[in-house]
């Protein structure tokens, strides 16, 4: 008998060892699929699942795309969109203080099926489900004080206040040194299991990072029985754990939350660069979900929109993310898709970069001009992506007006422009940072008016070329939070709200000659400990003059390349041959774009 127990303990731990061997290659290339956070933030119900993963199923399978997966609180009844809802929030759970979906929005799981009708659902169609969740233990878990399943012990053995979510009262800690701690997230998993869980994002926990929490929940998932794919959010994960987090997890997060907002996708460069090394089959530095198509509906930035990236910025979004290898999490609601998003996201040419790339590698950036290379691991050929990136600063001494210094003492809180524009044809509304290393700098153009021989024309009447905001994205008639826009205590309905450093571009109509606003540092800065200065201008040229042209040309030596001889060159956007070449590659880059290359030996 006593051998037969031997036994058995020693094939269960086995088996524990190498699924947890494993679970690289569940996430053997970056996972892709969609996320419901960009355009439903905490309130997507059922319905909307649904028609995302038969979208999927339809146009986006056979490319990949294949994980759906509900994002945050989908166990509360009650929450809103623009934030959540922490006065009264109903939330649901188990007898053992698990979440479970509120079945006002997930009626399938009635009757304690959870989350398994849906899955199965989309198992159906031949893709894989996920869910979001917090780190730690439920607080409604402690107040009840459930027990964890198997034990002796209760939730409120293992929790601990220290280091809970501060952006979401939510849980609590796990305190991974208590007994029972390792058993709460083993009943996790088991539950997941059941439900037939293919992916699991968890949240507050890479930024900071929390070693104990993700060790427990790596083990809970090893033996748990079934391949789930882990998540980590949000970012910046600690460079200096990279070595941890790539033997626990199969992605994690670089940045924090990412939308359609160009100083934002800039950062990417540079993160890209720090973590590629870390990167290979089964563990992804991850870029953040891509705000792409219909997004901001329910969510947590903005008004419903199709994304505020121009085409080319999309182009350099998705060339970057394919060329350096991240997870492809798309955020937009997939029904709204335009074709031009359809299309961005079945080109499978510029997908073989994400899936087959390998020797990934930064081949230079001289501050403007950018260039990444990849090995196609089924030829010998090269994928090459360039792009022109404008790091150029503002010329505030060539701007027709510029404002004091304003900050966020009383009095200096903001100026009157009037400007005589003359003939211009455009006008560019600039903010630039104090440079005092603060980062709340929150800016308003209130009533921004255009004056002439037409009359009066509020430019908020106008739709602007492009857009730029230092955090989340500029809005119109509201501030950069999506609150009322008010300066110096007076509210005011008209107007912009963004942050500094942005560029907003307007064409002007023939017949005005004038620009007139109020220009001010938003209420919901001034009064935040980090405090705010910033500076505003106004250009009718380009804020950064000759170096905000539409394109430049780069080029690279195919010897770069490791390549000799001639070769083809085709651009895998356009899907096109665009020649061949002996010497070197030479193409024209838009501003904020991208070009997508394959280059090949002609034998």
Known sequence: MLNKLIISICLVLCSAVLHAQ??????????MGWNSWDCFGPTVTEQEVKANADYMATHLKKLGWQYVVVDIRWYVENDKAHGYNENNPIMTVDEYGRFVPAVNRFPSAAGGKGFKPLADYIHGLGLKFGIHIMRGISRLAVEKNAPILGTKQTAKDIYSTKNSSAWLRDMYTVDASKPGAQEYYNSLFTLYATWGLDFVKVDDISSPYHNDEIELIRHAIDNCGRPIVLSLSPGPTPLEESKHVSTHANMWRIIGDFWDNWTQLEEHFKLFEQWVPSMGPGHWPDGDMLP?????????????RMSGFTKDEQITLMSLFSICRSPLMFGGNLPDNDQSTLDLMTNEEALSVLQRGTNNKLLFDDGERIAWTADDSETNDKYVALFYVNRKPILEDKALWSSKLLTYRTGEQSADVKVHIGNARKIYLVVTDGEDGTHWDHADWIEPTLSGEKGI??????????????????????????NKLI?????????IGTHATSIIEYDI??????????VGLDKECVSHPEGATMKFHVFTDHPKGSSGVDSVRVSLNLEQLGLKGTCRIRDL???????????????????????????????
Do not use: C
């Open 292 to 304: 792409l198509g219909r997004i901001g509906i329910r969510a947590e930035q903005g008004d419903p």
């Open 509 to 518: 109509p023939a017949g005005y000659d004038t620009f007139s606003s109020i």
């Open 22 to 31: 494993d679970f690289g290659r569940w996430a053997a290339t970056p996972p």
């Open 487 to 495: 300066v110096d205590d007076k509210e005011y309905a008209d107007g």
């Open 457 to 482: 024309l509020k430019l908020t009447d106008l739709h602007w070329l492009s857009a730029t905001s230092g955090w989340s994205i500029a809005k119109v008639h509201e501030s950069v939070m999506g």
């Open 573 to 603: 956007w356009a899907r096109s041959d665009i020649g061949e070449s002996t010497g070197e590659i030479a193409v024209h880059v838009r501003n904020h774009g991208a070009r997508l290359l394959k280059v090949s030996n002609i034998k």
